[in-house]
């Protein structure tokens, strides 16, 4: 399809999973921008619909092939042929499942993986390769458009791909070896969200303590480096990061909790089982002990600090003292947030063939660690009623004059007001808590 021939283009984008497809789809977006595509949120009217998907659990993958066959079924009942409606498959899944998507879904007319997103628009235009699932992490950052945002928050991709080798995980398959961008390209970055408004930054990795990008010097520096480093900014008021591994928690990255007042007292770690004999089986490479000195060294640095995680439930050979020790884990460490997730076994993955608890073995326990960790949130929520927090509305709620915000520990929060909130920070009271969110008052 020549792009210059199609008037009035319209791009439908659907994003699955992580904040770093989010991150990858508006990169997209951006690409496409420039090609004089306009953006739809109508399926049915786009001359180009491209699903960035993710491979992380089945239902996830399997949710991509039920939309491709719904979208496969448009093209057809509306009898438009291949040059003026194009289908395109990226991300995750295409990495991992490119030849069999091609396979089971003929209609569908470009697979790109994660790292080649970047060649879309020129595959396109010259109806180039119908597969792409090279890695090229650098050249992808080197040709990709950054404009600026309309987002009081936006996130960020400093580190992408995982060397971890978690017995459960697609990742270092999907999306490659640990890389990392350089410091002045991610501050330009920054700097381009920072003029259009922009107040919060959060910086996304699949391991992003891992980070290890150079700096002005061609030195490689740490997380903790890099988060000093955008502190500089005038503009910026709130960094956050995620998602953290705990393998790298080094010291820098906990003590700079302690003294840089623009990160947030609030990081994601995730652990996904409170068994050791768990963790040795997932590959995890480290224990519960040292999940909790990581715990008592964040709050050595900064006492209000607030952990959130994740869990799988049901991994392999998982037996009932495995998941009393998690459940356990969960009651004292005392998690503001978490989440959970029932084991899948993903293709290619040490653990896709070891699959031997029932499902309903998991689906009760996944019921009781929900439970207890949704009351952990519950009472975290309860104990800011009558208390001032500091809250960035980003958004307008459903309701007339309501505003949405986040706390400090990234907690959702409304407030009813006849001033105009959006995009400030502002100190508020907070009055009344539900399960998930905060009701406040300025």
Known sequence: MNSKEVKNKKIFIKS??????????????????????????????????????????????????????????????????????????????????????????????????????????????????????????????????????????????????????????????????????????????????????????????????????????????????????????????????????????????????????KLMPFIHLPIQSGSNEILNKMNRKHNIEKYYKIIDELKSSRSDIAISSDFIVGFPEETDKDFEDTMKFIEKVNFVIAYSFIYSPRPGTPAQNKDNISILDKKARLSALQSLLTQQQINFNKSFINKGMEVLFEKIGRHKDQFIGRTIYNQSTFVNSKEDLLNQIMNVKIINSTNFALECQI
């Open 16 to 261: 699955y999973g992580c904040q770093m497809n989010v991150y990858d789809s508006n990169r997209i977006k951006d690409l496409f921008d420039k090609e004089s595509y306009v953006p739809t949120d109508k399926i049915e009217e786009a001359n180009l619909i491209i699903l960035n998907t993710c491979h992380i659990r089945e239902k996830a993958a399997e949710k991509v092939y039920s939309d491709i066959g719904r979208i496969n079924k448009i093209k057809k009942s509306h009898k438009i042929n291949k040059e003026e409606y194009k289908l395109v498959v990226s991300g995750c899944v295409a990495q991992a499942e490119g030849e069999e998507i091609k396979k089971r879904n003929p209609l569908v007319d470009y697979i790109v993986g994660p790292q080649s997103y970047h060649k879309l628009t020129s595959m396109i235009e010259d109806s180039e390769n119908f597969i792409n699932d090279d890695f090229l992490q650098q050249e992808k950052f080197n040709k990709l458009i950054f404009k600026s945002s309309d987002k009081i928050s936006e996130f960020i991709t400093v580190q992408e791909g995982c060397d971890k080798f978690c017995a459960f995980c697609v990742v270092p398959y999907t999306r490659g070896s640990e890389f990392s961008r350089p410091i002045s390209e991610i501050k330009e970055e920054i700097k381009k969200y920072l003029e259009s408004g922009t107040k919060e930054i959060i910086l996304l990795g699949q391991n992003v303590n891992a980070y290890h990008g150079e700096n002005q010097n061609g030195k490689q520096v740490d997380l903790a480096y890099l988060i000093n480093a955008i502190s500089e900014l005038d503009n910026l008021k709130r960094i956050r990061y995620m998602t953290s591994h705990p393998n790298d928690m080094s010291e820098s990255l906990i003590k700079i909790h302690g003294h840089n007042q």
